[in-house]
């Protein structure tokens, strides 16, 4: 099945497709499933852990 997208511009210039757009903190996918920003916040969440973790075993 062939999916054709429509060109938008604006002031001139063409738009790009995107699969993903971060917007005000929110990722924002094609398909409005929220999948990849869950994604993200868990990869945040895990960094911060890691840091929490790495402090708390520096910390003795």
């Known amino acids: ?3 054709s997208r429509s060109t ?3 002031g001139g210039q ?3 497709f ?3 757009y ?10 409005i499933t929220f999948q990849k ?7 945040s969440a895990s960094r911060a852990l890691g ?3 790495g402090k708390v075993i ?3």
């Open 14 to 16: 063409s738009i790009q």
């Open 22 to 31: 971060k917007y005000l903190g929110v990722w924002l996918d094609e398909h």
């Open 37 to 43: 920003n869950a994604k993200e916040l868990a990869k």
């Open 1 to 3: 099945m062939t999916i």
């Open 51 to 53: 840091a929490v973790y």
């Open 18 to 20: 995107t699969d993903s």
């Open 8 to 10: 938008f511009s604006c």
């Open 58 to 60: 520096s910390a003795g």
